[in-house]
């Protein structure tokens, strides 16, 4: 089964599924694998478009491997976008990702960053682990990060105008 939802998604990912696949193929899907599919499909067009919360759900659905096999990359890559744009709940899962190097090594400067930016908006657990990750930071990192935060805002505030 797993096989044919694989195949599915690319079917429907280029718009062939009604075109190419026969009914009985659609009709051993179950309602909540086409909806899945469908899902992943809709998110994905949105986030192309630069929607925060679109990217966001289409980064959980690599993250989690929903719709689509689990690519910790693609995750990475639309939590950033999603996070740049302030999107909370993508601040908070990046900064997770980087503390435990689900993408690449763990990097506590970046985490702690992401972190500080959930927290700003009122992310509780993100303000928990932003103070959980200042006992394994030293001062010199710290100072990298509040660079680092200034930065970020700059590039938000000039996108903004």
Known sequence: MKLVSKLLLIFFMLGLASVCLPQKVLAELSEV??????????NQSKANQGDA????NLALLYYKGIGTPQDYKQAFFWYTKAAEQGH???????????????????????????????????????ED????ML????????????KLSKELYEKIYNKAK
């Open 135 to 146: 006992e394994k930071m030293s001062q010199s990192q710290i100072e990298e990060v509040q």
């Open 88 to 126: 909370i709940l993508a601040q908070y899962k990046l900064g997770h990702m980087y503390e435990y190097g689900d993408e690449g090594p763990q990097d506590y400067k970046q985490a702690f960053f992401w972190y500080t930016k959930a927290a700003e908006q009122g992310h509780v657990f993100a």
């Open 129 to 132: 682990n932003r103070d959980k």
């Open 53 to 56: 919360n679109a990217q966001f």
């Open 33 to 42: 694998e086409i909806s899945t599919i469908q899902s992943f499909q809709l």
